[in-house]
């Protein structure tokens, strides 16, 4: 499956913004989702997970309460809203599918490009 993210950009902090992931699958459901983020010098981390049919959410304890994963599986699509943007938020973020287990449970199989999200202070 091939993963297409988007809607990174530069943001002050406290502002917003929503990453998309256009997912080529012709099964979209059948993939567990999730954005993973890396940041200059850091290694790559866990952001937020979502299941199969979007019923169950997971997220990064640095991220829960300001962001929001979703998916569309008639779109193919999978969604992070983020809120209250720190400074510390600044990464490339990629999105992530796997058929088996939730994201933040295992490697994901399949990897997005990476959007980039700065957030100035």
């Known amino acids: 499956v091939q993963l297409q993210a988007s809607g990174g950009g530069l943001v002050q902090a406290g502002g917003s913004l929503r990453l998309s992931c256009a997912a080529s699958?012709?099964?979209?459901?059948?993939?567990?989702m999730g954005w993973f983020r890396q940041a200059p010098g850091k290694e790559r981390e866990f952001v937020a997970a979502?299941?199969?049919?979007?019923?169950?959410?997971y997220y990064a304890e640095s991220v829960k309460g300001r962001f929001t994963i979703s998916r569309d599986n008639a779109k193919n699509t999978v969604y992070l809203q983020m809120n209250s943007l720190k400074p510390e938020d600044t990464a490339v973020y990629y999105c992530a599918a796997d058929p088996a287990d939730m994201v933040h449970r295992t490697t994901p199989d399949y990897w997005g490009q990476g959007t980039q999200v700065t957030v100035s202070s």
């Open positions: 699958a012709r099964t979209f459901s059948s993939y567990a």
């Open positions: 979502i299941s199969w049919s979007g019923g169950y959410a």
